[in-house]
């Protein structure tokens, strides 16, 4: 049986308040697609965080030897900012806690990856515009994954 809105009653429903038109009913795909932007934006937060105010300069400098353990590490700040995301997001929108930690543990392996390819194939001149580019590519490598993570999720 529809309610006052038209939809179901047991639809969920978010309402947006208008200035003198009334309310506007958002329909359940809506509000899925809000909480998975919801999603990508906690873990762009969580990326800038992670990359640019909780990474130290060793971690930098090791990122680019492959198997450090410093520069691992870096990748398991990753793989625990992405645990606590997803983990508090659970709480509002239905995420398996397996799905949670193999696509938290995923985008780790990724990253560490993503970054050790950029400590080593990509420019550490800040004056050559190609060191512009590559942090780019790696910057949008990892956006890409974040997107792929939402996918799954979704």
Not at 70 to 89: C, K, Q, R, T, Y
Not at 121 to 136: Q, S, V
């Amino acid at each position: 049986m529809a309610g006052p809105s038209g939809f179901g009653e047991m639809d969920i429903m978010l309402v947006f308040e208008t200035s003198g038109v009334g309310s506007i009913p958002a329909s359940p795909a809506i509000l899925r697609l809000f909480m998975e932007l919801i999603i990508l934006f906690l873990l762009q937060i969580k990326h800038w965080y992670v990359d640019f105010v909780l990474q130290d300069d060793e971690q930098v400098a090791h990122k680019g030897v492959y198997g450090n353990f410093i520069g691992i590490s870096h990748s398991i700040d990753h793989i625990a900012g992405n645990l606590i995301v997803l983990f508090l997001v659970s709480f509002f929108y239905t995420i398996p806690l397996l799905l949670i930690v193999l696509l938290s543990f995923i985008d780790g392996i990724l990253h560490y990856h993503i970054d050790w390819a950029k400590m080593n194939f990509g420019c550490r001149n800040i004056a050559d515009k190609k060191f512009w580019n590559h942090l780019g590519q790696d910057q949008m490598a990892h956006q890409i994954c974040y997107l792929l993570m939402v996918f799954f999720i979704a």
